[in-house]
Structures are given as structure tokens and as C-alpha cells.
């Protein structure tokens, strides 16, 4: 792809942009080096799994961030590498993976490794919005989301208990895949203004109101980040 080098530190920045912040993660970032003990991993995202509420909206994944850089995962793949066990693991465009839970390479305590040798890197969960097959998203079931993400924060990070959901950010690899547009219930569409990062990477934030209405998007989002303040 010809943006994915610094398409992590571009999504870092347009998250950081604005009183409002957007959650990324359940937990800490595990541990630095060229491996990851899955057993770390693996204690992490089942939290997730095994977590009682509401969570129909959301998606949970394993984020793969480079420690160094300028360094970048093109074309790379996240190897689960144990006595018994291989299993590799695709990486999306903002190095995410659904990481799959077995015992066996538990029982193994696998290492997560990189199929290069030389990237130093460290892996977070990541929850967010699940993305829509026809790109239509109720403002009333964005909302849904976005407070099912917040109530799992709540969860896991004492912390979250005084933030509230403002909306949605839309991310996309470049402005050329952007596009999302305010479908208002009364009639009308309204194009939302996006933020620029490096590499053309974009970001739409939806902020919540009171008209209901479709966010409608012209191509997939790379990821929908719930925000909170």
C-alpha cells in the first residue's frame, strides 16, 4: 500500500488531535522486543471474550505497533510459533489481527514473531466499532456502539468512569477511499469535513446530536474508533 509506512504514526496523530480521545486499547501495551509471549497476549484478549456486556457492535483485535521510527509492516505477518503450533496471522493496513485463543499454545507459552527478523515491536489489544457490509450506519446504533465501548473501558480502566461518547471517527487509508456523508432523517445529506495526517491518511469525526439520521460512507473504513471526553 502505498501509504502503510507511517500510516500508524498518522492514526496516532489525528486520535491525539482535539479535546476528544478515542479508545484504542483495553489495556497496556505488552512487552518490547522481536517476540511477544502469547500467553501475555492471549491474557489480555480474553478479556474481551469473556466480558458479560453488551459488545454486539464492537470488534476486538491485537495491534501490532512498530518501536522504532520509521519502521513499517508491509507486507508483513504476525507468526504464532510454538512446540506444536504455527499459525500465521495477516496483518491489516493499521496492523491488526484477530488473535485466535488455543490452549495448546498457552499450555506452550508460543511466541508472537514477526516474519521479518529486525522490527523491534510491541502489541496492544484495540476495540472498536465493527464495520457495516453496505456502509450505512444509524446514528442511533453508532451511539449504541459507542457507549458499549465505553461501558467495556469502564471495565477494564477505573479511569473511563468520568468520560461520556461524543461520536465516531472514521479512519481511512487516503482521501481518494474517504467520504462520509450526514443522511439526516428529514431529508438532505451533508458531507462531514475530514482531518488530514501524513501520508494523505484521513479521519471523519461524527459528533453526536440530537436529529437522528444515516452516516453513510462511500468505502470501507479502515477502522470507526469510538470517542470519548
Known sequence: MPHARRLLA???LLLAAGPASAASSSAGELRDGEWVSYRDAYRVMVV???????KNFL?????????????????????LAGKSTEL??????????????????????AALVLSRKGVPFTVRPQVSI?????????SAELRAACVQALDFARHVDAG???RQCVGARFVFLDKAEGGVRLRREGG??????AQEADDGVQA?????????GQVVTVNAPLAILPVFE
Open 10 to 12: 498518522s492514526i496516532a
Open 48 to 54: 474481551f471474550e469473556k466480558y458479560g456486556g453488551p
Open 204 to 212: 471523519v469525526l461524527v459528533r453526536f446530536g440530537a436529529q437522528q
Open 59 to 79: 470488534q476486538s483485535q491485537l495491534q501490532v505497533l512498530p518501536r522504532e521510527r520509521g519502521a513499517h509492516l508491509d507486507g508483513l505477518q504476525l507468526t
Open 160 to 162: 473511563a468512569r468520568g
Open 130 to 138: 465493527a464495520a457495516r457490509a453496505d456502509g450505512v450506519y444509524d
Open 88 to 109: 500465521h496471522l495477516a496483518l491489516d493496513a493499521l496492523g491488526r489481527t484477530r488473535l485466535p485463543l488455543q490452549k495448546t499454545a498457552y499450555d506452550e507459552n
Open 188 to 193: 438532505g445529506e451533508q458531507a462531514l469535513p
